[in-house]
């Protein structure tokens, strides 16, 4: 079964300062990874995907995630956060022969000015 | 890019009656239409996949005939919450994936339903 686990149900970083929000999976066969952003009442924002090829992923707002596959995890980073990207963040994934997203629990990010 | 409507964005329904969800495809052809419900805090919970034109598949615990699922076409597909009682109150989202085979997923914006 594919599973999506998100340690962390908060992380609390200071404006300028750079950020990760954790990601490990688990999965048969190759991911295909994705995270998403929510913002009160909203629905999921795309932000990148990892499906093949360089393990450096660059996504909207200036976002990466870095896709390890010895460590199954796909970690989302940002250099230097800022205020407005206080929400919450989900990973998902999905298996190369099933097409459902399977989300994690989801991590608030709180950025202090 | 790919955009879906969801409507209405916010909805109160007294107990028993039966409440509708309409999630549009605005720009592309939405083959496949996925249903999730999300408690306060919490992650988001499949319901639910339908295939236009086809019936939908419920994911385990999933009342089917609470939940009726239609996907009449390529661009509409709808929830209806039938004889909704408080319980049900939660909020609501569709994502509509095409068959380019890209694995894009779009998301509404959410429907929050209060049930009183």
């Known amino acids: 079964a594919q599973s999506v686990a998100q340690p962390e149900d908060q992380v609390n970083v200071a404006e300028g300062n750079p950020l990760t929000v954790k990601c490990t999976y688990s999965?048969?066969?190759?991911?295909?990874l994705f995270w998403y952003v929510q913002y009160p009442n909203r629905g999921l924002q795309f932000l990148l995907k990892?499906?093949?090829?360089?393990?450096l992923v660059k996504g909207s707002y200036g976002f990466e995630a870095e896709f390890n596959k010895s460590q199954t995890s796909f970690h989302l980073k940002k250099p230097s956060a800022l205020v407005s990207d206080s929400a919450l963040y989900f990973c998902?994934?999905?298996?190369?022969?099933?097409?459902?997203?399977?989300f994690g629990a989801g991590t608030r990010l709180a950025v202090h000015p | 890019g790919a955009v879906v409507s969801q409507h209405p964005s916010r909805v109160i329904c007294k107990s028993g009656t039966s409440v509708k969800i309409e999630c549009r495809s605005l720009?592309?052809?939405?083959?496949?239409m996925f249903w999730y419900r999300q408690f306060p805090k919490q992650s988001l919970m499949l319901m639910a996949t339908?295939?236009?034109?086809?019936?939908?598949?419920?994911e385990q615990g999933v009342e089917k005939d609470k939940f009726l699922i239609n996907h009449a076409s390529l661009t509409l597909s709808t929830l209806t919450v039938t004889s909704a009682h408080p319980e049900d109150s939660s909020f609501y989202i569709c994502?509509?994936?095409?068959?380019?085979?890209?694995?894009?997923?779009?998301f509404g914006s959410g429907t929050r339903l209060t049930v009183v």
């Open positions: 994502s509509a994936r095409d068959k380019s085979g890209v694995y894009g997923y779009t």
């Open positions: 339908s295939n236009e034109g086809s019936k939908a598949t419920y």
């Open positions: 998902a994934v999905i298996g190369i022969r099933v097409d459902k997203l399977i």
């Open positions: 999965v048969s066969g190759n991911p295909y």
């Open positions: 720009d592309f052809q939405a083959t496949t």
């Open positions: 990892y499906i093949t090829g360089d393990n």
